[in-house]
């Protein structure tokens, strides 16, 4: 029976998991002490997480927690993708690494909290930081070819 369930392989000993499985039902779960105190949970994984603290069922329950963790579609994936096309085309090509993180991290923010930039808000920190003698230091190691990070990025340090 666990030998044709997907993610299979991450149930570590198989024959181990199933007899773990197959002895579910006679344990008496409302009386184990992780349900015992709080009520039995009617949240798939809470229930796993008191059933993992039952030393009998620790295979079980780890390839049960992972199946719920696996993500059920690459969605999230593509919409990281399109981000990265969108920050790195070809007018940006000689960005670095860390400014192109940081304005992957802002959108994906931004877009999590269903926010803008309109409704951004600077920090008194970063505020502080925009001051005529920063953006001139900055620019002038920029300019006089010494190794330096991204421009704008060193801005916000």
């Keep these: 029976m666990f030998s044709k369930l997907l993610f299979v392989h991450h149930a570590g000993n198989v024959t181990r998991s199933e007899k773990q499985y197959r002895q ?13 105190k709080d009520g039995f949970p009617l949240d798939t994984e809470e229930f796993w997480i008191g059933v993992l603290q039952h030393k009998a069922f620790k ?6 927690l992972i199946c719920l963790i696996t993500p059920v579609s690459n969605a999230v994936v593509e919409r990281i993708f399109s981000l990265v096309s969108s920050v790195k085309m070809k007018a940006r090509n000689r960005m670095q690494l860390n400014l192109h993180d940081a304005i992957l991290r802002v959108r994906a923010e931004l877009l999590l909290l269903s ?3 309109k409704d951004f808000t600077a920090s008194p920190e970063i505020l502080k ?11 002038s190691i920029h300019s006089s070819g010494k190794d330096s990070n991204d421009l704008d990025l060193e801005l916000f340090l």
Excluded: G, S
């Excluded at 295979?59 to 049960?64: G, I, K, R, S, V």
């Design 129 to 139: 930081n925009f001051t005529l003698d920063k953006v001139y230091a900055v620019c």
């Design 59 to 64: 295979e079980l329950t780890t390839f049960a």
């Design 115 to 117: 926010k803008y930039c």
């Design 24 to 36: 579910m039902p006679f344990v008496k779960w409302k009386e184990e002490a992780p349900f015992k």
